[in-house]
């Protein structure tokens, strides 16, 4: 019987599969078997998992159709016979040498999780992430290290079968957060043991997203629910762990800090930074929680986060939708040449990393069949006709003026950073052309197999 067993959540892409089996195939040990779990994969992507099933022992597959994939991991850890899984999305790889130095970690360590690098691929510019790479050279784990809090949501990691059955444990059914909901209770419920292993590398391929957003995890008020209860319970169980050991508790404990101020950082980059996706329920929702932690905090860490989310104005936030309207930044005026675009240059506008802007589009535009009819009729969106179209758009706009003719989707950075220079006004419209012909020529470049720093 193999040591480890490898749960594959299938992707609806035989391209993407093959290249995770592959990974598979290459290991520098046999001591592993492999479970795919397909969620309902179309015929070429099923004909790849029935071919490597066929083809390699220890290779099989169980259909569930249409699950999320926490619910096909915990269906995969119900058939695993190894002494420790690992799961692995479609179209995600590990390296050859990944399986054997897991292995020999474990045996080394007898710990219950383990933690490779990471290394984020795709679509976008590659990179490790560098919280997992401190977790991967260090040889026990501390539940309160500060890079382990920045990574609670990241894959790749190794479990110990018998924690799932001591403790029956399984991944909560969610479309986000998951990773992270399953290894607070992991860590801080049950106490597990974690330790690094440098020399396994597992690669995320990011590439599979529509809108900007993973499948189902478009910044909603249901998705912000999840997260805000994962962090409050990290925080309740890590607030009980220091009164334990401690014999008090006040609030300003530097464990305590840096899971308020990881988790301040996480609904911003995960939702207020999506403002437009939510909802005025959603974020009278999330201006509530800021207030209650930043009530936890200390004078000092807020005035880091402020320093650090200045582009964001904290805390003089936006309450409504209606609110960022009103009072936008930036007023977009567009007056596109070519509407074939049309759908990818508003929506890289809404997810803008700073997305207070207004946008002004022509009557023409409005009505062309290629407009995002998500975005049609959005509180920050004015049409006006055709003639005259700039004279009426800089008469009622609200915020600095910029004009747009070329209908090329925007980095997502552009906005935040021009919210933070220091240039004048008259200066702010060649700004942005220029750094969006800048991430223009790195993204060409990127594509044509070269990258540019």
Known sequence: MATLTVIVTSVNDAEKLKYTFEGLVEQTTEDFDVIVVNTGCDAPAKEVIDRYCGEYVGFEAIDIPHCLVPEARNAGVKQ?????VYFIDGGDYISPETVENILKTAGETKCDIITPRYYVAGEHEPYYDSWMDMLATVPEIDRFDRALLNTLDADGRVYKKKFFDLYNLQFPATPLFYNAAF????LFG???SMTGVAGAIYAKRNGIYKDGFPERGEPSEDNMDVLISVYEEAYSNIKSIIEEETGGFDGDEYTAQEILTVYFTELTDRFYRYFWYLSDEALEKL???????SALLTAERREKLNKNFSDLRFPQMYITRKDAADLPLFSILADLSDNTQLDEFINSLYNQKFPFFELFVKESAANDPSFPEKWRGCENITVLPDSGFYA?????AGGLTINVK????LDPRILSELSVTKAPRSFIQYMFASKRKQYSAKTYLKNKGLAIQ
């Not at 009426?392 to 009622?396: G, N, S, V």
């Not at 070329?406 to 989707?409: E, F, I, N, R």
């Open 406 to 409: 070329d209908p090329t989707p």
């Open 80 to 84: 695993a016979k190894g002494e420790l």
């Open 392 to 396: 009426k758009a800089r008469a009622e």
């Open 183 to 186: 290894l607070v209770k992991c």
């Open 287 to 293: 201006r509530g929680k800021y207030e209650a932690i």
């Open 190 to 192: 049950c106490d597990a």
